[in-house]
T-cell receptor
């Protein structure tokens, strides 16, 4: 089955700096890669996703890149703000598979 | 408002005392699932349901039961809770069978078994 590894487990940046979180996956059949943000006391919420036919996707200060050959994908947050502080999860799944696998999570702290 | 509602939010119980965590969604989603979140392990799937009366095991189903008698509800049942089931639990739903679309998560249920 799919195995997703996520790094780093904790990340601390200064406000205004960029943050990058990286994930690798094992199943070459995986074709959907979402990122979820979990704020304190809340459930995870989708912030951006990418499918295997796309190499990069941007939404304002957030971008995700996918390298299918190397089987890794990354979340990039630019101009970080204190409200970006949260736990971020990457995940991978395949269209006809009911098994979405999550990474272990990255706790991002943005210092004002 | 579209949402997934879990109850209770917090629960402390004793070993062996049966409990149920309820989950309800108002988005007419077909697919629902339960996860547990433990430090360093991310979100691990316990059970999922592709539609009414269709349920299947996830990665960590031991000690749990589920039912899907109605589309909107997907309760998680712990028949005889043990301390290793102390965890943060999330219910999630999405449109399709399979999680290849956005998953909507509940607020979580923090369970402590003593």
């Amino acid at each position: 089955g799919e195995n997703v590894e996520q790094h780093p487990s904790t990340l601390s940046v200064q406000e205004g700096d960029s943050a990058v979180i990286k994930c690798t996956y094992s199943d070459s059949a995986s074709n959907y890669f979402p990122w979820y943000k979990q704020e304190l006391g809340k459930g995870p919420q989708l912030i951006i996703d990418i499918r295997s036919n796309v190499g990069e996707k941007k939404d304002q200060r957030i971008a995700v890149t996918l390298n299918k050959t190397a089987k890794h994908f990354s979340l990039h947050i630019t101009e970080t703000q204190p409200e970006d502080s949260a736990v971020y999860f990457c995940a991978a799944s395949e269209t006809y598979n009911n098994d979405m696998r999550f990474g272990a999570g990255t706790r991002l702290t943005v210092k004002p | 408002e579209a949402q997934v509602t879990q109850n209770p939010r917090y629960l402390i119980t004793v070993t062996g005392k049966k409990l149920t965590v309820t989950c309800s969604q108002n988005m007419n989603h077909e697919y629902m699932s339960w996860y547990r979140q433990d430090p360093g392990l991310g979100l691990r799937q316990i059970y999922y349901s592709m539609n009414v009366e269709v349920t299947d095991k996830g990665d960590v189903p031991e000690g749990y039961k589920v039912s899907r008698k109605e589309k909107r509800n997907f309760p998680l049942i712990l028949e005889s809770p043990s301390p290793n089931q102390t965890s943060l639990y999330f219910c999630a739903s999405s449109w399709t069978a399979g999680m290849n679309t956005e998953a909507f998560f509940g607020q979580g249920t923090r369970l402590t078994v003593v």
